[in-house]
């Protein structure tokens, strides 16, 4: 699967990165650097629940910190993001810093869109549908996973309409990445795997998409032997900082990377028994992958033998029209090390749920990037029964 040979692309990442243990600590530099002095901490329940990191950032914000937004919940919503804008605007805040997994930074690029430009969430649903900078924004991830601190993305539900809206622009991109190891620490080993593992699917689907261009090639190759020699040692010892940094390093590489050069077929699936079975989006993307790789395979075999070196096998003596075959093989092993399920059914998938949700990955956005076209839900439904 050569690169076209009229390749074009833009490569866009202005996202600042600052990675190390206790760099968080430090948040209140990157405030004063981008001239702000009203920063709004955006955060889940969970967090505020059962760790002390949105406190910590407070005290590390002082004088900077106008209040703690915390109403933030998983698949956050529409309500909960014009509610969180409502708060800022009274309290005249003038940057925001997300402390969470995606739901909290994406909640935070949404209150960013509407502090800056008022109305309703709803009204920028779309993509570049903004024309200027909107408020400024840092994210602190507390998990490695999503990569959202350096995407253009923002997903919200819309709990009222029953889906979900997505939000594409440069404008919202975060300012600034705060990667420090010692804010993943208290994640749990089974989120650490599954979000692990949605990095990864990032990495490699950025790899296989129609939009695949050098310079996201390259970061994701280098996420993928990250999360290949660093994932299960942050598994099995959460207080590893080393390898709970390489993780978050990888997150934001392939989190850069699919952001240029788009995900495809795993995620169109993934959102699909995702948004119908609340099978977490880490796990789904999992548990797709391998059936996903096959299905591609015919059309993917030198970029999957270039993924497999990744992975850390020696490719010589694999035929190319093997590598999908044998990089499916290779994922499956990672992921039962891991100890995540290896089956939809074991995630609650029932299986007469297949059909339903064959017709709405077809309608996903993120199924036109995959690099083999795939129009007929029949198709699709044959690879959700491979890793039912
Ligand atoms: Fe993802």
Redesign the pocket.
């Known amino acids: 699967m050569p690169y076209d040979t009229n390749l074009n692309f833009i490569f866009w990442c202005p996202t600042k990165v600052v990675f190390g243990e206790n760099t968080a600590l430090d948040v209140a530099i990157e405030v004063e650097n981008l001239k702000c002095k009203k920063a709004l901490i955006v955060t889940d329940r969970d967090l505020v629940k059962n760790t002390d990191i949105p406190e910590k950032i407070k005290k590390a914000l002082g004088n900077l910190c106008v209040g703690i937004f915390s109403d933030v919940e998983a698949d956050s919503g529409v309500h909960i993001v014009n509610q969180g804008a409502k708060i800022g605007k009274e309290l005249g805040v003038d940057c925001l810093v997300s402390v969470g997994g995606g739901s909290a930074i994406d909640t935070a690029k949404g209150m960013a869109i509407i502090l800056k430009e008022g109305g309703k969430l709803q009204d920028y649903a779309g993509f570049q549908i903004l024309t200027r900078p909107q408020t400024p924004h840092i994210v602190i991830p507390t998990t490695a996973g999503?990569g959202s601190e350096v995407t253009y993305i923002a997903v919200i539900k819309d709990h009222q309409e029953g889906r979900k809206l997505l939000f594409g622009d440069y404008n919202i991109l975060p300012n600034v990445a705060i990667l420090d190891p010692k804010m993943t620490e208290g994640l749990p080993p089974k989120l650490t795997a599954a979000t692990g593992m949605?990095a990864m699917?990032?990495a490699i689907e950025a790899m296989h998409s129609l939009q695949r261009e050098p310079v996201a090639d390259g970061m994701a190759l280098h996420a993928i032997r990250l999360i290949k020699e660093f994932l299960l040692r942050a598994v099995q010892n959460g207080k590893d900082m080393t390898a709970r940094g390489q993780m978050l390093i990888a997150a934001t590489l392939a989190g850069s990377a699919f952001s240029n050069a788009q995900v495809g077929l795993v995620?169109a699936l993934a959102h699909s028994v995702g948004a119908r079975f609340k099978v977490h989006?880490g796990l789904a993307?999992s548990i797709l992958l391998p059936a996903c790789l096959r299905y591609n395979a015919d059309v993917c075999g030198d970029v999957y033998l270039n993924i497999l070196s990744a992975l850390g096998v020696n490719v010589k003596g694999i035929p190319v029209d093997q590598a999908g075959e044998a990089v499916a093989d290779e994922i499956g092993k990672f992921t039962k090390e891991l100890g995540l399920p290896q089956r939809l059914r074991d995630a609650g998938v029932p299986e007469e749920g297949l059909k339903e949700c064959s017709e709405l990955a077809l309608s996903d956005g993120a199924i036109v990037y995959n690099p083999k076209f795939i129009s007929d839900s029949e198709e699709v439904l044959k690879v959700y029964q491979q890793a039912w």
């Open positions: 999503t949605d699917c990032h995620h989006h993307n």
